[in-house]
Structures are given as structure tokens and as C-alpha cells.
């Protein structure tokens, strides 16, 4: 930001710069607590994700620039953000070469401060899976009850959101639960084109109380037309994976309240970035399956360290030590309902011990009916 950052400031208009709307399908920019050092256009990818903080999105369909409400401003200089990093999404399917883009952001800002200071979160739900043929498929997450009651100290106020899901997306709500009842529609999208996902204003502020939940419903459609699939989608930032996302404004802003989503039931709400899930910390768990665990579950169930899959010595197989090691995998947290189905996904089966660890479970299953086994063997 080529201003003296020594001092504070308020953004409060965002003008999308189209140059060539052949090609620009998005972009969102966002906010870095430090200087960046990759000032240079590069990939998206992990290097930019200190710069979490959510601010603006312009999408196909939105015009003319997006202002922040009355009295309310996107601060940065000192003690707040110091550079931008704007994530531009271009779409060339008809695959030409030579295409040239100088798309941008122009941001209006001032150093007479304004009253509140805007803050965005991001509501929705992590753990998506979505069957083929479905007409009006419904996925759902909140930022809880719990969360908001950790998070604010006093109300926040609502004033722009949109619902982002990918291609079979087919609308969503956005709702205020309080004392688990609905108590206000805050948005809804009863179609939906992610080419243009709609933007909304909200010229009344929604009042959002420590202890309200904002919960966001999102439908898909993998039956008709374009949007039909034959396989089960599931989280993804590609074209093949969904999502299920609110991105909302709000003032006053609370510091690092940018995230408030969750897998499944569980929250993730904290800053951490290492969210808890029900005591999984997915990461840890597969180091553990890696050092460890799937080396002595093929050591105690199976003859042979090398063992291929093919040969099951009934003694090793239902073996104290055999069962404990099983145990071991199977009653870790990470292993447990739709936790333990995103672990095996997304972690386990590109294991190369997997396939031997499988067919170990398979057989002490079928042999030993051990009880414990029903819930993992459920879900390989
Ligand atoms: C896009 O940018 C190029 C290079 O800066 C410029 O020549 C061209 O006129 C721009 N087109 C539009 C539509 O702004
Ligand atoms: C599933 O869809 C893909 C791409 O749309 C297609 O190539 C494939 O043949 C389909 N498979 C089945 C079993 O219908």
C-alpha cells in the first residue's frame, strides 16, 4: 500500500478496474497483517495465506464499486493491515492463447477515520458431500452458538453477504438462529449461477447478539443439465470439489473473527489454524499412522512384515496384541464418523501401508468380530 503506513486509515470503497471481461471470472482481495513479500504475481498457493483477512469480492454480474456502509471503514496502516494481496480467478475455457488481463482493484480511502471499523467472516461448513442426481441436495453449517458467544463481547451489525458455492451450487439461506429459533432471514439465493453469484446489501444492519447462531443452508443440484455429475462431490477448491459459504461484512469488527465455520458438528472458530475437531487434530494422527501405527498393526496382525494381503494367520490375526493395535486406529478420534471418513479420504488411502492395513481390518473383522471394527469398516 503505497501509503505512510505509520498512520491509520479507512478504505471505504472498493472499484473493480474490469480490463478484459472476456476472461475475468472473480476476485477477491485481501488483507495482510505485515508487508509481503511476494509483492511479484504468482500462483495462488500457501505462501499467501498470511494475508486471511477477507475484504472484498467482485464477481461477474457486480457493478460499479462496493462501498462500505455509512460511518464504517476497512482500516489499514498502523496496528492494522499493511498490504494487499488481490486473488484474481481468469476462466479461458474456450482454451486461447495470448490473452492479456490488467484487471484491478482502485481503493478509495481516507485518513479521517470513521466511526466503526468493518470486519468479514466467513460462515459455512467444510464437510461437504454430495451424491450424484440430486435435485435439491442440502448441506449445512453454522458459526454456532458457542462460537459467537466467544467471540463477541457485544453485538455486530451485518451489512453486505454473499453465498459461495461452485458449479452444482443451486441456491442458499443465510438465517439468524437465536435460542435455537429462526428469528431472521439474513440473505437467500433461491437459484444459483456461480458465474454471477449475487452480492447483497443490507440497508438495515442485522443484529447479531454474543450467543446468536448465523446459520447457513446451501443446496446443490447434480441432476440437470450442466450441473448433472455421476460421482459424489465432495470439498474442494477445484472445479470437481463444492463448497458451502456465506462471506459476510460487519461492524464493528473483532479482531480475528474472520473464520467462524465447521466440519460436521464441530466448530472451528479459533485462529489457530490447527482446529480441533472433536479432539482430532488430523495432522497429528496421520504422522502417528505414519511412525508408528501402521507398522505394528501389520507386525502384530499379520505373519510377515511383508506381508501381501493375501495370507491371514488366524492366530496373529485375533491376537490380544492384533486387537489393541486395531483399537489403536479405531477408537483415535480422528477415526470416528464424518472426521474419520474426511481422515481415510483425504489422508489414509494415499498411504502405500493402507491397502495392507485394510485388508487386515477386513479379515479381523470377518474372523475375530471384533465389535469395534463396525464403525471403520462402515466407512472404508
Ligand atoms: C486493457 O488494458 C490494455 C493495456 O493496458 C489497454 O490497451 C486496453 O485498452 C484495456 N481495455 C479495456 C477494455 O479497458
Ligand atoms: C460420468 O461423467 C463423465 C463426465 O461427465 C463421463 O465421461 C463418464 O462416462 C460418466 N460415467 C458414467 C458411468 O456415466
Not at 472476456?22 to 482481495?29: A, E, F, R, S, T
Not at 481468469?90 to 484491478?104: A, E, F, L, R
Not at 440473505?187 to 442485522?206: C, E, G, K, M, T
Amino acid at each position: 500500500i503505497p501509503v505512510n503506513l505509520d498512520k491509520p486509515y479507512h478504505a471505504v470503497a472498493f472499484e473493480p478496474l474490469i480490463n478484459n471481461s472476456n476472461v475475468m471470472h472473480h476476485m477477491i482481495l485481501f488483507g495482510c497483517p505485515e508487508i509481503s513479500e511476494q509483492s511479484n504475481p504468482h500462483a495462488c498457493g500457501p505462501v499467501d495465506n498470511v494475508c486471511r483477512t477477507f475484504l472484498v469480492q467482485w464477481s461477474m454480474g457486480i457493478k460499479g464499486p462496493i462501498c462500505s456502509f455509512p460511518d464504517t471503514g476497512v482500516r489499514f496502516g498502523v496496528d492494522s493491515l499493511k498490504s494487499l494481496s488481490l486473488q484474481i480467478h481468469w476462466n479461458n475455457d474456450q482454451h486461447n492463447t495470448g490473452i492479456k488481463d490488467s484487471s484491478g482493484v482502485r481503493v478509495y480511502y481516507t485518513s479521517k477515520l470513521q466511526k466503526y471499523d468493518v470486519g468479514n467472516v466467513q460462515v459455512g461448513q467444510n464437510d461437504i458431500e454430495i451424491p450424484p442426481a440430486q435435485r435439491h441436495f442440502q448441506q449445512q453449517g453454522s458459526c454456532s452458538s458457542d462460537c459467537t458467544k466467544k467471540w463477541l463481547q457485544q453485538p455486530i451489525y451485518l451489512t453486505r453477504a454473499h453465498i459461495h458455492l461452485h458449479y452444482t451450487g443451486d441456491g442458499g439461506i443465510l438465517d439468524l438462529v437465536r435460542n435455537g429459533e429462526t428469528v431472521k432471514e439474513i440473505i437467500r439465493d433461491n437459484s444459483f449461477d456461480y458465474h454471477s453469484p449475487p452480492a447483497h446489501n443490507l440497508q438495515d444492519p442485522v443484529e447479531v447478539l454474543p450467543g446468536d447462531e448465523i446459520r447457513l443452508t446451501c443446496f446443490y443440484n447434480t441432476q440437470d443439465g450442466a450441473k448433472q455429475r455421476n460421482i459424489t462431490l465432495y470439498w474442494g477448491e477445484g472445479s470437481d470439489g463444492e463448497m458451502c459459504y456465506a462471506f459476510i461484512t460487519y461492524f464493528p469488527k473483532v479482531n480475528n473473527f474472520d473464520q467462524c465455520i465447521q466440519f460436521d458438528r464441530y466448530d472451528i472458530c479459533s485462529t489457530d489454524g490447527n482446529a480441533l475437531m472433536g479432539n482430532c487434530v488430523v495432522e497429528g494422527f496421520v504422522r502417528y499412522y505414519q511412525r508408528e501405527l501402521a507398522d505394528q498393526i501389520i507386525k502384530y496382525c499379520s505373519n510377515d512384515y511383508t506381508f501381501n494381503g493375501h495370507i491371514i494367520d488366524m492366530n496373529k490375526i485375533c491376537s490380544k496384541s492384533c486387537e489393541s493395535s486395531i483399537a489403536e486406529l479405531t477408537e483415535n478420534p480422528c477415526m470416528q464418523d464424518r472426521i474419520g471418513k474426511l481422515t481415510l479420504r483425504e489422508y489414509l488411502t494415499f498411504e502405500d501401508s493402507w491397502s495392507k492395513v485394510k485388508v487386515i481390518l477386513d479379515a479381523a473383522k470377518r474372523y475375530c468380530m471384533i465389535d469395534q471394527l463396525k464403525a471403520i469398516l462402515i466407512i472404508t
